[in-house]
């Protein structure tokens, strides 16, 4: 199947520092790729939809100051978690979907975040 | 999208068939059903989808029932490496997939 890479898989800062996490496509061109975020124990919550060549969609409650998206390419999107603090800390997963018809998605690995 | 019900666990001997029940009684005429699953620390991994028929493919069956209010998923020869998060997903396509809490299978020897 189509393989959707993530970067870093794991990551540490200090609170105050900025993130930023890579989602890219390996096989395929992706006009639409989705952040998810996990917190321990709990499901996943989308936080944003992003189009390549345009602003992200952010869901309701997600900052996006905080988390920017950007999609520059088909095959990329990053999120950036801005002036990161301890309660930034989790389990960030970005999906994408497959350009055309049929649009099947595919999951990233995951990154997890920790900031100290 | 239609809210989906699932058991929160179940277990499940190697080597037997795991059927996760999944209830989706609001569930509208052109929303699939979708399933994926989350091993520990992992991403969703796509598992299988349906509109009406039941549907099969190298990983699993997915029967729906007639009226749709409901599916299951069946895992035919459980292996401990199917042990993770199950979700049950419905939604028009892949667009904002919303997951709910899920199916925590335990496959145990």
């Known amino acids: 199947g189509a393989v959707v890479s993530q970067h870093p898989s794991w990551v540490i800062c200090k609170s105050g520092t900025s993130v930023k996490i890579e989602c890219r496509s390996l096989d395929f061109q992706a006009t639409t790729m989705f952040w998810y975020r996990q917190f321990p124990k709990q499901s996943l919550m989308l936080m944003a939809t992003s189009n390549e060549g345009s602003k992200a969609t952010y869901e309701q409650g997600v900052e996006k100051d905080k988390f920017l998206i950007n999609h520059a390419s088909l095959t990329l999107s990053t999120l950036t978690v801005t002036s990161a603090h301890p309660e930034d800390s989790s389990f960030y997963i970005c999906?994408?979907?497959?350009?055309?018809?049929?649009?099947?998605?595919?999951f990233g690995e995951g990154s997890r975040l920790t900031v100290l | 999208d239609a809210k989906t019900t699932q058991p929160p666990s179940m277990d499940c001997a190697e080597g037997r068939a795991a059927n996760l029940p999944c209830n989706h009684s609001?569930?509208?005429?052109?929303?699939?059903v979708y399933w994926y699953r989350q091993i520990h620390s992992q991403g969703p991994q796509y598992i299988i989808h349906g509109l009406k028929n039941n549907e099969t493919n190298e990983m699993a069956s997915l029967i729906i029932t007639e009226d749709r209010k409901s599916s299951t998923l069946i895992l035919p020869h459980a292996t401990l490496r199917d042990t993770a998060v199950y979700y049950c997903?419905?939604?028009?396509?892949?667009?904002?997939?919303?997951f709910g809490t899920g199916t925590r299978l335990q496959v145990f020897p």
């Open positions: 997903i419905a939604g028009l396509n892949t667009d904002k997939l919303i």
């Open positions: 999906s994408a979907k497959i350009s055309g018809a049929g649009g099947e998605l595919f």
């Open positions: 609001t569930i509208s005429g052109n929303e699939y």
